[in-house]
T-cell receptor
Framework: DGGITQSPKYLFRKEGQNVTLSCEQNLNHDAMYWYRQDPGQGLRLIYY???????QKGDIAEGYSVSREKKESFPLTVTSAQKNPTAFYLC????????????FGPGTRLTVL | AQKVTQAQTEISVVEKEDVTLDCVYE???????LFWYKQPPSGELVFLIR??????QNEISGRYSWNFQKSTSSFNFTITASQVVDSAVYFC?????????????FGKGTHLIIQP
């Protein structure tokens, strides 16, 4: 089945540690996105990539890093510089053309202990 | 700059009641796309509908219907005869023709609670 997978579903991290969230898609989409969602809040864009080996910062990129070495993969690293990393992280992908409809993965819930 | 406003933070109704979720948007583009997504307790966002700015026809899909009015920049979502399974957070989103690759602009969401 075509879709987006994110792993792990739940992740616990100690303060000061970096952690990498996985996102894989087999929809052959050019664009991929990372969002952060806090309780009772909407989605905020962290990073996005429109093409392999290229990515741009979103609204809240500080403390995060990404790579896009393969079309189907867009991992997100939450670094120790991120002051408040506990949140729900959603990955999405979209075709590289209008109407830019995004398809979402199941999400990863990160908790910093 | 584009913006999506969902003024209703939370709505609670009794099962079988009709309920309307409001969405107001701002954009300078003449060509744009509007979306509704559903986020059940599991967390994954599920796509419900997409409309483009040139198609103002209302759409009905089973118990769901959408009312798009460019004159008021609104794209409201109505659930008829609500059911407990409709309980979720619903997000309205916007993309512009020129900048859609940069990501969707989401509203803050409306938490819909359907009580049995």
């Amino acid at each position: 089945d075509g879709g987006i997978t994110q792993s792990p579903k739940y992740l616990f991290r100690k303060e000061g540690q970096n952690v990498t969230l996985s996102c894989e898609q087999n929809l052959n989409h050019d664009a991929m996105y990372w969002y952060r969602q806090d309780p009772g809040q909407g989605l905020r864009l962290i990073y996005y990539s429109q093409i392999v080996n290229d990515f741009q910062k979103g609204d809240i990129a500080e403390g995060y890093s990404v790579s896009r070495e393969k079309k189907e993969s867009f991992p997100l690293t939450v670094t120790s510089a991120q002051k408040n990393p506990t949140a729900f992280y959603l990955c999405a992908s979209a075709p590289g053309q209008p109407p830019w409809e995004q398809f979402f993965g199941p999400g990863t819930r990160l908790t910093v202990l | 700059a584009q913006k999506v406003t969902q003024a209703q933070t939370e709505i609670s109704v009794v099962e079988k009641e009709d309920v309307t979720l409001d969405c107001v948007y701002e954009t300078r583009d003449t060509t744009y796309y509007l979306f509704w997504y559903k986020q059940p307790p599991s967390g994954e966002l599920v796509f419900l509908i997409r409309r483009n700015s040139f198609d103002e026809q209302n759409e009905i899909s089973g118990r769901y219907s959408w009312n798009f009015q460019k004159s008021t920049s609104s794209f409201n979502f109505t659930i008829t005869a609500s059911q407990v399974v409709d309980s979720a957070v619903y997000f309205c989103a916007l993309s512009e023709l020129g900048g859609g690759a940069d990501g969707l602009t989401f509203g803050k969401g409306t938490h819909l609670i359907i009580q049995p």
